[in-house]
Nanobody, 118 residues
Framework: QVQLVESGGGLVQAGGSLRLSCAAS????????MGWYRQAPGKQRELVAA???????NYADSVKGRFTISRDNAKNTVYLQMNSLKPEDTAVYYC????????????WGQGTQVTVSS
């Protein structure tokens, strides 16, 4: 089994910064893909940022230039540095990982709340 444990959410004023972390543990042959999604009340879950095993990244248009995703392969950990936060960034942020086991499997973290006050 694989677990994803997130940390780093909280309350911050507009313009501030937060750093989210997500550590994968368990039986992991290799991590194919890790990413962050978010879901605001009444809205669908959306991709925020993703990073592949080769290091390529992609971002939602709404966070480009403000958020940075990175990965520590030795620690099986992905980070999301969030700068210049806006009230519309308020959501529950979920870590996602596609992990190679016998077959590639999709895992989700429990979610961490990010609240940006105006």
């Amino acid at each position: 089994q694989v677990q994803l444990v997130e940390s780093g959410g909280g309350l911050v004023q507009a313009g501030g910064s937060l750093r989210l972390s997500c550590a994968a543990s368990g039986i992991i042959f290799s991590i194919i893909h890790m990413g962050w999604y978010r879901q605001a009340p009444g809205k669908q879950r959306e991709l925020v940022a993703a990073i592949r095993s080769g290091g390529s990244t992609n971002y939602a248009d709404s966070v480009k230039g403000r958020f940075t995703i990175s990965r520590d392969n030795a620690k099986n950990t992905v980070y999301l540095q969030m700068n210049s936060l806006k009230p519309e960034d308020t959501a529950v942020y979920y870590c996602n990982a596609v992990i190679q086991q016998v077959v590639p499997l999709d895992y989700w973290g429990q979610g961490t709340q990010v609240t940006v006050s105006s």
